[in-house]
């Protein structure tokens, strides 16, 4: 930072900064000042795939990735694959919940053009759900 800033850098609040601030809140005030950008906490996950898993595994986050945009992370895939299994195979009450935000975060991806075609298909899933509603209403 203070490379890029010269003269600019304020070398005293950022001082006081590293020292008040735990590390990983530091560094993402770091990498805002540089990017501008808000970035998220994270977590690097470890975790044991056997070779014969590795092709669905890879499979699953490549195809993820297709439909959801190239320029997602692998984490924000498998986010997407894990709230889609758990919409699917959870019996829990408030498994809908999972499901709506996940299909909330995406549809924020989505182009105008494929947003405006899914808005029309759910319109279209709403109108057996209206007449029926208007036939109990009378």
């Keep these: 930072m203070a490379r890029r800033d010269g003269q600019q850098f304020d070398c005293a609040t950022w001082l006081h900064r590293a020292q008040q601030l735990p590390k990983e809140e530091f560094k993402r005030d770091v990498e805002k000042h540089l990017t501008g ?3 998220e906490p994270w977590e ?37 694959i894990c ?38 298909m759910a319109r279209t899933s709403l109108e057996p759900v209206q007449t029926e509603a208007a036939a109990v209403k009378a």
Excluded at 44 to 54: A, G, N, P, R
């Design 44 to 80: 690097i996950l470890y975790f044991k795939v056997y070779k014969s898993q590795l092709a669905v595994v890879e499979q699953a986050l490549e195809t993820a990735a297709l439909m959801l945009g190239t320029g997602k992370s692998r984490g924000y895939c498998l986010e997407m």
């Design 83 to 120: 709230a889609d299994f758990l919409a699917g195979a959870s019996l829990e009450p408030g498994a809908e919940d999972m499901l709506f935000l996940a299909l909330a975060r995406l549809i924020t991806v989505l182009p105008v053009a494929q947003r405006l075609q899914l808005l029309e």
């Design 37 to 39: 950008k808000e970035t």
